[in-house]
């Protein structure tokens, strides 16, 4: 029987995944076969093949991006609002809110599958001739067969969270003699994907480096994959892919084409724990660290002197990291998100594309979130459940927080307004007068992160005096209030995290967009994935480090779940949760959610932790709220109460769990199954 490599596999498989045109791309360097083995001969062209393999990574395979790309960045928490009119549903780059939020979208759409598929096929070939490369020296091979290792796997991740189950290409080869049909691929489990992602993360961790240069920031090192292995292991420990409860008739209809089940029906603790594992890896590498910036006693209107948190007998006295005296938790967080903190600068960015994002990238993300005074869209907005869910500065529930779900403590919302003689004595910093003492006195991220309806736009990029240092309200009339245009926030709450003081979107120069990192993975979200997994642990396991080098011993321990959670709320500048909430599993895995939603607001993070969750069935059903957009300022008590947003929907099936398969795809692979409740191919 004859058999091909990996290589010929990807030139048989063409028919299965995408056109010729679009899979013969990535030879745009190569003519035939015969040159292959002269291709890996010369440094030029082995560097051109691995940036190729890269280059699958942007645009709609981004992990933080605008809408056009990345739908994904909106669930529960932000909107947008600027394509709310009949778009063609054809077009994926028309896709509005209320067609994502309700699962109009149609199969093919946002179809991240042949990108994801056309970079594997790329990265495999490399991987396959790299080693016979006489020009480079053994620490670049190894180095250059990892990156492509590293991505390789990446792809298949990004395929995974999206679409769930996906077909894992046979790296040992195929009889090339065999018909197309023969050489179909069913869908693997999500047990095998995620073991194979994990798999291949390890070996490219053990020759990719530490670290790597400005030059080379959006190059993997060894934290970047052991980083996505523990994503990877969380999302298979969670209750979508573990025997959740919720999604049991989901999971029965979710098969491959003989029958099988590809989510695990019955549940294993023990995933959690590898899970942990996983993340206590990335920490004992001992290279990451969250960012903190210095506490100032004094400032300038863009970055204004420490407000420190009300005093707490526990943390306020003490220094980083266990406690914030000497930190400043409002300018830690907002530097980490907009450009004046480079990535190389970073302490815990573990892997970024940098600012290669293409089109669709933050910038224009900022773009929309900018008021009309600085020519920005004003369409990307946030909820009311978002806005609510950030803490007090002394760690209690802001006043009024759920009330309109059914689910609030009973207290009402704040009355009154910030006044001149109240900002003449220093009171409610940093608010201006006129804004709504509902925004007053709420923790630092909270400042970083809403544009509260009264916040300040520093703008000091315009060209024009006047419009630099404006206080910017949502009133209906007040220029960036309602309109019959589509340049309003449908809740009457923008969002702040991102943008610089120097931003502006003036004469439509995009280049007035301070240029900032994407954070696709950030040691934040590790910290906090340990603690997840750790809480939900009732036994205890030993589980070997990823190079075996020592053996952990993973249990539910107090200590422990502190490290994960209790940095992040300390930089923040809230109170650790008590003691009470620690022991009580159930109140702390509440918490953790919640700090989540906080942490990662606009990370793409809350639309998939749902949907692992299994939270997505009751979060997405309720109405979106925000405050009453329709009133002027002379109704500004109105404004300030909250109603259900009149042109936002959104609703969750359990076809929304996963993205659907494109139509093409399953007529080319006659093995592929498609995920319930999408069209399929029957031919």
Not at 497 to 514: I, M, S
Not at 651 to 660: G, N, S
């Amino acid at each position: 029987m004859k058999k091909i490599t990996a290589i010929s596999i990807f030139l048989v498989m063409v028919t299965l995944f995408i056109s010729c045109k679009k899979y013969l791309k990535s030879d745009q360097y190569f003519n035939d076969r015969m040159t292959l083995d002269k291709s890996f001969n010369n440094e030029k062209y082995i560097e051109e093949w691995l940036a190729n393999s890269y280059s699958y990574l942007t645009g709609i395979n981004a992990d933080v991006a605008s809408k056009g790309f990345e739908p994904f960045n909106f669930a529960d928490d932000i909107y947008y609002g600027d394509r709310d009119v009949d778009y063609d549903p054809t077009n994926a780059g028309s896709l509005s809110y209320n067609r994502f939020s309700l699962g109009g979208y149609h199969e093919g759409e946002v179809n991240s599958w042949d990108q994801c598929y056309q970079g594997i096929r790329s990265a495999s070939i490399f991987i396959q001739n790299i080693d016979q490369a006489t020009v480079l020296t053994a620490a670049q091979i190894a180095d250059y067969k990892a990156q492509a290792r590293f991505v390789r796997a990446y792809y298949y991740w990004l395929l995974l969270r999206k679409y769930g189950p996906i077909p894992i290409i046979p790296d040992g080869g195929a009889d090339y003699t065999e018909s197309y049909a023969a050489l179909a691929l069913p869908r693997n489990t999500y047990e095998q994907c995620a073991e194979y992602i994990g798999k291949e993360m390890v070996l490219a961790a053990k020759d990719l480096p530490q670290s790597r240069g400005q030059l080379s920031i959006a190059r993997p090192t060894k934290g970047a994959a052991l980083a996505t292995r523990a994503k990877v292991f969380l999302y298979a420990a969670s209750p979508l892919m573990n025997g959740g409860k919720v999604s049991a008739d989901f999971k029965a209809k979710l098969v491959d084409d003989k029958g099988n089940p590809l989510l695990s029906v019955t549940y294993d603790e023990e995933k959690w724990a590898r899970a942990a594992a996983a993340a206590k890896d990335v920490m004992q590498l001992g290279v990451y660290s969250l960012f903190v910036a210095p506490f100032h006693s004094s400032g300038t209107v863009t970055h204004p002197a420490t407000i420190a948190p009300p005093y707490n007998a526990q943390y306020s006295d003490k220094p980083w990291p266990d406690g914030w005296a000497n930190i400043d938790p409002f300018e830690s967080y907002r530097t980490l998100f907009d450009g004046e903190l480079s990535a190389s600068e970073n302490p815990e960015l573990i892997f970024t594309r940098g600012q290669n994002q293409s089109s669709e990238g933050i910038n224009v993300m900022v773009v929309h979130q900018l008021p009309r005074i600085a020519s920005g869209w004003n369409t990307h907005g946030m909820t009311l459940k978002q806005s609510d869910a950030y803490y007090m500065n002394d760690g209690t529930d802001a006043p009024g927080k759920d009330m309109e779900y059914g689910k609030g403590n009973g207290s009402q919302r704040v009355q009154g307004f910030v006044t001149d003689q109240d900002v003449a004595a220093g009171k409610y910093k940093p608010l201006a007068a006129g804004v709504s003492l509902q925004f007053a006195n709420r923790e630092p991220r909270f400042y970083a992160s809403v544009a509260y309806n009264g916040s300040v736009w520093h703008m000091t990029n315009e060209s024009q005096q006047y419009n630099k240092e404006q206080q910017v309200f949502y009133y209906r009339g007040s220029g960036n209030g309602y309109t019959n245009t589509m340049f309003w926030l449908r809740t009457g709450i923008g969002i702040m995290k991102y943008v610089n003081p120097q931003d502006t979107y003036e004469n439509g120069d995009l280049g007035k967009v301070v240029p900032k990192a994407e954070p696709a993975i950030r040691y934040a979200d590790i910290l906090l994935e340990y603690a997840e997994a750790l809480n939900e642990l009732d036994g205890s396991y030993n589980i070997p480090s990823w190079d075996s080098s020592q053996t952990y011993t993973i249990a539910r321990n107090l200590d422990e779940m502190h490290k994960g959670i209790r940095p992040v709320r300390i930089r923040g500048g809230v109170p650790d949760y008590s003691d009470a909430v620690y022991s009580n599993k159930t109140a702390l895995r509440k918490a953790i959610k919640r700090e989540r939603q906080i942490e990662l607001m606009g990370e793409q993070d809350r639309y998939y932790d749902l949907r692992r969750w299994e939270d997505a069935p009751e979060e997405l059903t309720l109405p979106i709220y925000g405050y009453n957009v329709l009133m002027t300022s002379n109704q500004r008590d109105l404004f300030h109460q909250p109603v259900a947003a009149f042109a936002l929907q959104s609703t969750f099936a359990d076809k929304m769990y996963f993205w659907p398969i494109s139509i093409e795809e399953l007529k080319r692979d006659k093995r592929l199954t498609q995920n319930p409740g999408w069209q399929t191919y029957n031919n």
